[in-house]
C-alpha cells in the first residue's frame, strides 16, 4: 500500500491526474463564460491533457493561460466560423421542416450531411489547434480530413465528447449530484480521455 501512494506509485499518479484535471475544468469553465472565447479556452484545455497523456511536464494553471493566450487569435476565428455555419444549418433545419413549400423536405439530407461533417470539424479542430501551427483553414480542413481518415476512431470521440450531456441524461433522477460532476471535473475529464485518442492521431502526423 506504501508503494501504491509513493511519489512513482499509481495512486499518487491518479490521486495528482485527478487533481490537475479539477484545476483544469475550473480554470475551462471560467474562461468559457464570454461564450467568444471557448474555442481558445477548448484549445488551451487540449494543450494541457495532451501533455499530460503524454507525459510531459506543464504547469497546469500556467500553460493553461499561456496556450489560451497564444491561441486566442486563431481559436476564436475558428470559433465563430463554426458558429455562423451552425447557425445557418439551423436555420436551413427549421426551413426544411416546417417551410410549407413542396419538396423544401428533401433539403434535410444534405443539410444532415452538413451537420454530421460540422459536427466531425468540432470534434478534431481544437485539438489540432492546441498541436499544430497552421493557417485557419488549413487546420479546419485537416480536421475534416482526420476525421473522415478515422472514422472509428471519430466515432468514439464524438461519444466520449458528449459525456457531460450523457452524465445529465443517465443521471437525469440526481440531476445535482451529475450538475456537480461536470462542474468538477466532468468536463476535463472527458477531454483528457479524448486526448488519448488524439495523440494516436497526431503521432502519425509527427515529424
Known sequence: ?????????????????????????????????????????????????????????????????????????????IWMILLAIAAVLFFDFYFSSYAPVKGAAVLFIPFATAAVLLVLVMI????????????????LKNSLYMAL??????????????GPLAVFFLFSDHFG??????????????TWTNSHIFVKVFDRYMI
Open 1 to 77: 500500500m506504501e508503494g501504491f501512494f509513493s511519489i512513482d506509485g499509481k495512486g499518487f499518479y491518479f490521486l495528482s491526474t485527478m487533481s490537475e484535471l479539477v484545476t483544469l475544468n475550473l480554470l475551462w469553465l471560467l474562461c468559457c463564460i464570454p461564450i467568444v472565447t471557448i474555442g481558445a479556452s477548448t484549445a488551451a484545455l487540449y494543450t494541457i491533457t495532451i501533455k499530460m497523456v503524454k507525459n510531459e511536464d506543464s504547469y497546469v494553471v500556467r500553460g493553461f493561460f499561456s496556450s489560451f493566450k497564444q491561441n486566442f487569435k486563431q481559436a476564436t476565428t
Open 149 to 162: 481518415a478515422y472514422l472509428p476512431l471519430s466515432i468514439l470521440a464524438f461519444v466520449i465528447a458528449i
Open 177 to 190: 449530484a451529475a450538475l456537480f460532476f461536470n462542474f468538477v471535473i466532468g468536463f476535463a475529464f472527458f
Open 124 to 139: 478534431y479542430v481544437f485539438p489540432i489547434q492546441a498541436v499544430f501551427k497552421n493557417t485557419v483553414w488549413k487546420t
